[in-house]
């Protein structure tokens, strides 16, 4: 009964993903479009970056809903992890503090809206 039962939970998610398919093409309009309205402020303090990321509530009328961290690229990740985020005034905004020797590829992604919504991408430029 129990996988039965699991076999159907993976049939739905398989189901609701397969709705919400978004290509390449839109993948790029969202980034071209909205990538000026994600902030990210970085600063080097001794050995140690400190990068603050900002985002607004809202976009395309679809709320805010995340900040993820992603290392070396998009589609094949060394690393990954969600950025836990705070409101302040109009936005919602995180941060994080990494050594200068473990810089690398870091690629900021932020989602808006449930279900079929969208993620913006914008890349960490160390100076």
Not at 8 to 30: T, V
């Amino acid at each position: 009964m129990l996988k039965y039962f699991f076999g159907l939970l993976i049939s739905l998610s398989f189901g609701a993903q397969a709705g919400c398919s978004i290509s390449d093409e839109m993948i790029e309009m969202y980034n071209a479009k909205y990538t000026e309205q994600i902030s990210i402020d970085v600063k080097l303090s001794g050995h140690n970056y400190t990068v603050l990321i900002s985002a607004p509530k809202a976009l395309n009328s679809e709320p805010f809903q995340g900040f993820h961290l992603v290392a070396d690229s998009f589609n094949e990740p060394t690393f990954a992890a969600a950025l836990e985020s705070f409101e302040e005034g109009s936005e919602f905004k995180t941060w994080f503090d990494i050594d200068a020797g473990l810089v690398r590829k870091h690629l900021i992604v932020v989602t808006f809206g449930e279900d079929c919504g969208f993620d913006v991408t914008k890349e960490v430029f160390y100076q």
